[in-house]
């Protein structure tokens, strides 16, 4: 009976895996039916087959001029705009009544916001414990978020030139032209960045600061900080990274870096101008600011302003640090060109160990993090990383006693909830002892009088 049951087990299995061989067998079929339609379609149309569309359209002849290659489909991108180190010290902003309008330490103002955003050495040192209260500053975040986060366009950049030098004529009038060089994008130039400024124009207000700062000081109202003097360093100058990203918007595909940049025009006076048919002063709303590139660009996907853009991260937010051992293991002079490929998981165990998360492409997680670059196969990838508990980071507005006015807060609404949570039941707690007290007292009270007095007692 056991050697029937044996065999019966054995001949169902053999049974079953025939039939899932078959079924295979029969998927494969039409899979390859098809494959074979379709590429008989694409060879009768004159597309060559279907699945080599890149490599024909790389390496071999098309006589007929057909094309079926997806066209280069390249997002607009993202631009970054660091912050400069104007001296906005006390003394330093006493010399111009305008300028004094930012002398204040009061962290839950725009106008602090606006001195720590225009002087980053007076926000990363002399204000760091008030900036990092202040709910208009993200102190991790190193770029001018308040202006790129309301451009409305970027122009300017310049093409590529081959100077080129044509010798005299012959006798028969014949020359040769020849290559000598190129400028490379040395030769300073102008950008145009169009702003949507947003209520209250914080973004008016900084240019109008910025570009007084700088007149200031070219008429010696103002100075810089002295080692500034001593390096000639020119402080206010800021630059822009511009990275150009794959449909999917996670995939860097082409970046510059423009240096030396620093406003030279802005709306000014001409906002007052008006017609009886305008109700709102437009100029004020949108308008465009023309930035002066001193120091030229970098050459169109330099690796270096990868590693550049990653080093600024870094500096503000350390916890990143931790990441470069994965991002470029080998330190160096030639680091920037020494990019090994990052898989998913190392990148998510190395910002796990840095107490980070990496942020999943969803709304919610929106204006949380620091941008930073990673290299993988498919080319350099834009992340955003956080901090643990981030995410739950909200602003609330609480009364000053004394004026009677809001102003916005920072809090942790998780660690908020926790503490509610554990106030609840330590009053939980109380009021169960309360009680419990309460009633033994009754209790008490009733049990003498019962042994005083017969009848019973009704509680009201």
Same mark, same amino acid.
């Given at each position: ?19 899932? *061989? ?21 060879? #009768? ?10 490599i024909n359209n790389f390496c071999r002849f098309n006589r007929y001029g057909t094309r079926y290659v997806m066209d ?25 009544? +305008? ?55 970027? *122009?300017? #950049? ?21 290559? +000598? &060089? ?9 950008? !145009? /960045?169009? +702003? ?10 900084? +240019? ?51 240096? &030396? ?45 990868? !590693? ?30 020494? /990019? ?14 840095? &107490?980070?998360?990496?942020?999943? /492409? ?32 909200k602003v609330i507005y609480q009364q000053d006693e004394t004026t009677k006015s809001y102003y916005p807060v920072l ?9 509610? *949570? ?22 008490? /009270? ?8 017969? #009848? ?5």
């Open positions: 009976m056991a050697d029937e049951l044996t065999l019966f087990t054995t001949l169902q299995s053999q049974l079953n895996q025939l039939e899932t *061989s078959r079924g295979t067998q029969v998927e494969d079929a039409v899979k390859s039916l098809y494959s074979a339609g379709v590429n008989a379609s694409f060879l #009768g149309s004159g597309w060559g087959e279907y699945d080599h569309q890149i280069n489909y390249v997002r607009t991108g993202y631009t970054f705009m660091t912050r400069p180190e104007l001296n906005l010290t006390d003394a330093n902003l006493g010399q111009n009544r +305008i300028m004094s309008l930012l002398k204040t330490d009061d962290f839950r103002t725009t106008q602090f916001a606006l001195r720590a955003y225009l002087d980053t050495r007076y926000a990363r040192l002399a204000a760091l414990d008030k900036v990092m209260q202040c709910p208009f500053l993200d102190w991790r975040n190193p770029f001018f978020t308040l202006i790129t986060n309301n451009l409305t366009d970027f *122009s300017g #950049g310049p093409t590529y030139q081959i100077e080129v030098h044509t010798e005299e004529g012959g006798f028969y009038g014949e020359s040769q032209s020849f290559a +000598i &060089g190129s400028d490379s994008y040395r030769k300073p130039f102008d950008l !145009q /960045i169009g +702003i949507l400024d947003p209520i209250g124009g914080p973004i008016t207000a900084a +240019i109008k600061f910025w570009t007084l700062y700088m007149a200031l000081l070219t008429s010696g109202e103002m100075i810089m900080y002295p080692d500034q003097i001593d390096e000639q360093y020119l402080n206010y100058t800021v630059s822009f990274y511009r990275f150009l990203l794959d449909p999917s918007m996670q995939y860097i595909q082409r970046w510059v870096k423009y240096t &030396g940049c620093f406003p030279i025009s802005r709306p000014g006076a001409s906002v007052f101008d008006y017609n009886t048919k305008d109700v709102f002063a437009d100029g004020c709303r949108k308008f465009s600011i023309g930035f002066r590139c001193g120091s030229g660009m970098t050459d169109e996907d330099d690796p270096i302003v990868i !590693q550049e853009f990653n080093t600024l991260a870094e500096r503000y937010f350390p916890p990143l640090k931790k990441l470069r051992k994965v991002v470029s293991p080998n330190e160096g002079l030639d680091s920037a060109m020494d /990019i090994t490929p990052v898989s998913e998981r190392q990148l998510d165990q190395a910002s796990y160990d840095a &107490g980070l998360i990496r942020n999943q /492409i969803l709304p919610e997680f929106n204006y949380t993090g620091v941008p930073y670059i990673t290299p993988t196969l498919r080319g350099p990838r834009l992340d955003i990383f956080r901090e643990r508990g981030e995410y739950s980071n809090v942790d609404v998780e660690n908020a909830a926790a503490n509610l *949570s554990q106030l609840q039941q330590q009053s939980k707690e109380q009021s169960d002892q309360l009680l419990t007290s309460y009633y033994q007292q009754v209790n008490q /009270i009733a049990t003498t009088s019962d042994s005083t007095q017969s #009848g019973s007692i009704t509680f009201v």
